[in-house]
Structure formats: C-alpha cells, structure tokens
C-alpha cells in the first residue's frame, strides 16, 4: 500500500480467516510500516525457496533421465532418497524372514508420496505402489484409481486374501503351520480362482502411503515400516508400526526406520524429543511402546525417576488453573482427537443453540464439490444408535456413525476425520440438492434409503455371488474390524462384546435414526 491510501481502504482490507484483522488496526497501532517490511521479507524468503526448489527439480529430473545408462542408477543428490534406496537395499540384501522383499513407508504428505513412487520405479524398482486418501497408483500401469483394496490384497496376500476371506480350501493333515497352509492354498488358487491368482503372480513389494492406512489395516506380510517423515503425534507413529506389528505374522522378526529431521531443523523443532517424552509418558500409562523406537527413547522410557517426575508434574497442574493447563506448551493431540472440530461446534451452539434444538431428525443438505475431497457423488450421513423413542425427552444416543458412501453404499471416505475436513471446506458452498429429492419422488427417495441399507447391511455381512450363481455370505466389516481389535488384545473391544449389544443389532436399519445427511452431487 502507498504512504497515501486511506483509512477507508485500510479499513476493507483484512488478514486471517476466523480471527479477522483489519489493516486499519495495524496501521492505528503504528505499525503499518513494519508489516510491510516483514511481509516483503517473506514473499523474497518465499521466492527464494521457490527458486531453489525449482532447480532442485531440473537436476533430479536430468538424473532420472540418465538412469538407464547409469552404472549406479541408486545415486541421487536427494540425500534422504538415496539413504532410503540404500536402507531398502541392505534390508532385501540380508534375506531376513525367508528374502521376505516387502516395505512399508508412511509419509504425511500426498506429493512426498508420489515423489517417492515416481523416483523409486524411475530407479529400477519393479512391483511398487503408493496409495493417498484420494488417490492410488500401480507401477506398470496407466492411471490413478481410488480403489485401494486390491493393492492392499497384493501387497499382503497371506493376510488380505489367505486369512480374512473365507474359501473352500481344506489345508493337507501334513501343512500345521499357517505358512504351510498358505503354500498349498496358492496352488488350490491356481486351479480355483483365476481372479484371485492374477493377484498373487502379479505382488505388490513396495508400498507407499499417507496415514490413510496408518489405522485399520492388516498388513503384517510386511516386515519392514519406514516412517519417512515422522509424525508429530506419537500415537499416529505407534499405529503405523501397528500394520505390520500384529498377531498372526508369518516373519520372525519386524523392522521399523525412522527418518528425523536433519540437525538444524530438529533443533528448532526439537521434535524428536518432544515426541520420545510423549511415547515415554504414554508407557507410564499402560500403553504397548517399542523401546527401539529410537537410540535414545529406550533410556528415557527405562528411567526410574520419569515416573516421580511425572507425577509431581501432574500434582503441579492440579494446583494451577485451568487456563494455565489449557495454555501450557505442550505438543498437542487436537488433530487425532477431533478437538479443533469440537471446539468449532462449540461456538457455533452458543451462537445459535435454540435454532439447532429445533430442527428435526433426517433434516438434509447438499452440495457440488469444489476440491478432490470428495471424489465420488453419493451422501455423508450421521446415524445414532439407539432409535429414539416416540416423544422421548432428553434423550441421548449411545453411538454414532459419520459416513460417507456412493449411492451403491460404497464407502467413499473411511475415516471421519477425513469427512470432516471435507464438510468444514464446503460448508459455505451453496445449496445444492437435485430437484426430484426436494420434491420427495419416490424414486429418489428410495435409492437414498436403499444405499444406507447396503452400508448397514455391508457392517452385519457381506455377500459375494459365486460364479455358480449362489450367495457366500462372509463376516461384514464391523464384525471384522472387532474381531481383528480382539486378536491385537484390545480391551476396549473386550468390553464391546460384554456390555454392548450385538453388532447385528447395532446396524440394523430399523434400529438407528438417520439425524442429518448430506447429498453431495457433480452436478443438479
């Protein structure tokens, strides 16, 4: 701005988004000046890294071009690439866990993980694939697809496909072992299921990923995890490990690499320390740790004193004040917890309580997606479990499930965090809902109905058709997803099965209510 703009213009004029600040406020405290200053030195720091980054690119993208006629085609001036080529090398080299070639690697953002397949297949890997929350890829193939499953399946056929599916398969008296049954169902495979075998000759090795796989998954063919960027959240490393780290594994032994910042940076984030303090306190809470996590972690997690500390810790925030808790320095969990989302919610019930109190259940939306959040059209939906009684008064669900799946009640997202962050981005967008469900054709209505039903149905059961034209029907992803929360000795699963009802009745359509949905459309 000139020395000469207006207090008018200053005044239409503001930073930040949910906290607003005027320019005409800066400038009233006389330091209009100053922020021009630290703003140009931010847009020349901005442009500097830009430059940088983008001659960086130039040079790796040379590299990959003379890879072919390279004696060494592992060499790169990315240091961290090579050291990650270099570690996957040695791993597969020492033939631990029969040669066992896999390798899992967790990074928390999209274009690392892309960055990583399209380096590692430009290379000479073979049999790689990197999956996203939106997106996923197969070298040796054209395309993205968002369907992760079948890579997953390849990636870990003994757990994916042996272990979880059921087949006709009846192993020989002789194959007691799990590894032994496995050989004998690949070669019944091979006769039986032309589908299936395709996967097995045709493995996945190499798997790259954000955390969308970082919960839920079995994948403990694997033997390796390679957190290539570590997360802040310790519980998020721990569930990382967790993929590979499981009952039923057929490998002697797991590995896991953790690649720290480099020295500068880690000493100004002091990350690693502040994540081992945490892993450290979560041990002193009962929690399953590894005490290799890092060279260090395993002397403060084996400290005598940590314990005392920590408790006369917690007695000093005990005396102090909840705002003095509230505003410590301390490395957060509101992510993983949904707490930024809780507190948005919070202050839009105090703004408009009675407004909400008033609306019914099933009250409905919608929306055209503006961004890849939401890559498929069909509905997010909140359903609370029990029903509510007819004229009941204070009544309170006892769970919820957010969801969002395809009009063929497909999910589409899996995890609500995920949703969520795809609602707060639209929840400006305008109204957008198809006219024939305005005017409650049935027809519409009744796809609408149909695609819940599937998905309640798909937690209870699932159902395959054969190709002699009958139903198997096989454990419904509820059931799985609590059966496989017992086998890693969960006890919060422990208490579901003994004090909740019956997933059967859980998911049951005539036993939730539909209380918000949401219709998200490509077009009206």
């Known amino acids: 701005f000139d020395e000469d703009d207006d207090t008018d213009a200053l005044e239409q004029f503001t930073l930040g988004k949910k ?21 140009k030195t931010d847009i020349e720091a901005l442009q500097l890294l830009q430059s940088n980054l983008s001659a960086f690119e130039k040079k790796i993208a040379k590299e990959i071009a003379k890879e072919k006629t390279k004696a060494h085609p ?56 990197v999956v996203s929350g939106d997106a996923a890829k197969i070298s040796g193939t054209e395309g993205e697809t968002k369907r992760f499953e079948p890579i997953l399946e390849r990636f870990a056929p003994f ?12 192993p020989s008296k002789q194959a007691s072992m799990p590894l032994r049954q496995f050989e004998e169902w690949r070669q019944w495979i091979a006769e039986n299921d032309s589908a299936t075998n395709e996967k097995l000759q045709n493995p996945i090795d190499i798997l790259i990923a954000t955390d969308v796989l970082s919960e839920g998954q079995n994948l403990q063919d694997c033997d390796l995890v390679i957190n290539y960027d570590i997360h802040w959240n310790p519980v998020r490393v721990i569930q990382r490990m967790g993929r590979i780290d499981r009952l039923g594994s057929p490998n002697d032994t797991i590995f896991g690499i953790n690649f720290w910042p480099s020295d500068n940076i880690n000493a100004y984030l002091d990350l690693q320390s502040r994540i081992e303090k945490r892993m450290a306190q979560m041990k002193l809470a009962g929690s399953e740790v590894h005490l290799d996590f890092s060279q260090s972690f395993r002397a403060i ?24 808790v509230e505003t410590g320095k301390t490395l957060g969990f509101d992510d993983f917890s949904l707490e930024t989302f809780r507190q948005e919610l919070l202050q839009e019930l105090r703004e408009k309580e009675h407004l909400y109190r008033q609306m019914p259940n099933g009250i409905y939306t919608g929306f055209i997606p503006t961004s890849n959040v939401c890559p498929e059209a069909g509905i997010i939906a909140l359903l609370g479990y029990p029903r509510k009684p007819p004229k009941a008064e204070n009544f309170r669900y006892k769970s919820y499930e957010l969801l969002y799946i395809t009009m063929d009640g497909n999910t589409v997202l899996p995890n609500q965090k995920e949703i969520l962050d795809a609602l707060g981005l639209h929840k400006d967008a305008p109204r957008a ?18 695609a819940l039903k599937t998905w309640l149905k798909s937690q209870i059961v699932e159902e395959t058709e054969q190709d002699d034209g009958t139903t198997k029907q096989t454990m419904g992803k509820a059931q799985l997803e609590l059966l496989n929360k017992l086998k890693s000795g969960s006890k919060a699963a422990a208490r579901q099965i003994q004090e909740e009802p019956p997933i059967s009745e859980r998911y049951a359509a005539d036993n939730v209510d539909l209380i918000v949905w949401f219709i998200v459309s490509k077009t009206v």
Not at 307 to 322: H, T
Not at 443 to 448: H, S
């Open 159 to 170: 757990t994916k496909l042996f272990r979880e599916k059921q087949w006709a398969f009846q």
């Open 301 to 324: 997690a084996e400290d005598e004193e940590l314990e005392q500390r920590q408790k006369a810790k917690m007695l000093e925030q005990m005396q102090a004040s909840w705002d003095e």
């Open 433 to 450: 809902v198809p006219a024939a469900i305005d005017r409650g054709e049935p027809e519409a209505v009744r796809r609408l109905s149909q």
């Open 19 to 39: 906290r607003l600040t005027k320019l005409a406020d800066i400038d009233r405290a006389g330091k209009l000046e100053a922020y021009k200053t630290d703003l």
């Open 74 to 129: 592992h060499k790169s001036l990315d240091d961290k690439l090579q050291t990650l080529i270099r570690k996957i090398n040695e791993k597969r080299a020492k033939g631990e866990n029969n040669g066992n070639p896999k390798a899992l690697i967790f990074t928390v953002y999209k274009d690392t993980a892309f960055y990583l397949f399209d380096q590692l297949t430009a290379r000479g890997f073979d049999n790689v694939a």
